[in-house]
């Protein structure tokens, strides 16, 4: 059992914290080759976004401080929604406790006047993944119609330089076998025209097999190969001064193993997990349109298991699925008992 001390206990259960990363919209306008998703045409309900609200509203004299991460699809194909969502965020919280919004996007329909919008309303932090520079990038990042996207988003990133308002970009670097010198020239074109601006940011990632369809045809790198390519390019980073620690940041604890984060979906649907969408066991409870969070205490505290088993922290999934395919391994076996 973990110590009473131990940072990453008191994080996951501290009450007066609450994070939201909300699923703004299941659709997406790219079509990354490695991608895990399946994409509807749906985004949040005003039901949905009434819940949040309301929540907020609620929770405002017991809270400290609230998280809320917009993911997708794309989530900036709902950024009526973000922004309405968030300004009221920033109402509530004002006076009364800390409040972070951030969005993981494509950047594609990142443009000035709608980046101003989010900051204003108080989406400060963009989480933004390129995959080298725009030879490699384009073969994998690819937009609805199968045509490159790079051009579109470096010019809606590099823009963002003109703006004088506070933010921070942080830009994913996506590593595998075919993209390393790519991957090198695109660090030098980010450090030419980020180097001296203390909102840009920029941190080394490999690219996972997370049980998506294209799986079986994504090569990636073995642990030493990413571990080595990750050491290079955070040496550099951390030279021009554009290095983000991700791992600091985290702690080593994902988010899906804090009894504090849920996962809103588009119909108020809670989840645990970004990964697991369309898994059962990753639903563990309801926002209703009033904002009451309605748990399945049993299915969250599932989640929780890292307390037991300290080795899951930093991927709380993977346990779960280990335990739940050993209940289904054990009812397989009843049910064949003659």
């Not at 699809?73 to 409040?99: D, K, N, Q, T």
């Not at 995959?131 to 809606?156: C, E, I, M, P, Q």
């Not at 080394?204 to 390019?233: F, P, Q, S, W, Y």
């Amino acid at each position: 059992m973990l110590s009473g001390n131990d940072g990453k206990l008191v994080r996951a259960l501290d009450g007066r914290a609450l994070r939201l990363i909300v699923v703004a919209s299941d659709w997406c306008n790219f079509r990354c080759t490695y991608c895990y998703e399946d994409f509807h045409p749906r985004n949040l309900t005003p039901e949905t976004v009434a819940g949040i609200k309301n929540l907020v509203s609620a929770r405002k004299d017991s809270l400290d401080s609230l998280q809320v991460s917009w993911f997708g699809g794309e989530p900036l194909i709902a950024s009526e929604s973000m922004i309405e969502v968030s300004e009221h965020c920033s109402r509530v919280a004002a006076g009364r406790f800390a409040y972070t919004g951030s969005v993981t996007t494509n950047a594609s329909l990142l443009t000035l006047p709608l980046a101003t919008r989010l900051i204003r309303s108080g989406v400060k932090n963009f989480h933004i993944t390129f995959d080298g520079d725009s030879d490699a990038h384009n073969l994998v990042r690819k937009d609805y119609h199968g045509r490159g996207s790079f051009d579109t988003v470096w010019t809606n990133v590099s823009s963002l330089r003109t703006l004088d308002d506070l933010f921070a970009v942080i830009l994913r670097l996506h590593l595998s076998p075919s993209n390393t010198e790519s991957m090198k020239r695109f660090c030098a074109r980010i450090e030419t025209a980020f180097m001296g601006d203390p909102r840009f940011f920029a941190y080394a990632k490999g690219l996972k097999h997370l049980g998506g369809k294209n799986d079986d045809r994504m090569a990636v790198l073995t642990d030493e190969e990413e571990r080595d390519a990750i050491e290079a390019i955070h040496a550099r980073l951390l030279k021009s001064d554009l290095l983000f620690d991700a791992y600091a940041a985290e702690d080593g604890l994902c988010y899906a193993g804090m009894a504090n984060s849920f996962v809103v979906r588009w119909n108020g649907d809670l989840q645990k997990c970004t990964v697991a969408l369309d898994s059962d066991f990753n639903t563990v409870g309801r926002l209703r349109e009033d904002g009451r969070m309605e748990i399945d205490q049993a299915k969250a505290q599932a989640w929780l298991g890292w307390l037991q088993q300290p080795e899951e922290a930093e991927c709380p999934l993977a346990g779960v699925r280990k335990r739940e395919a050993s209940k289904h391994k054990a009812i397989a076996i009843v049910l064949a008992e003659p």
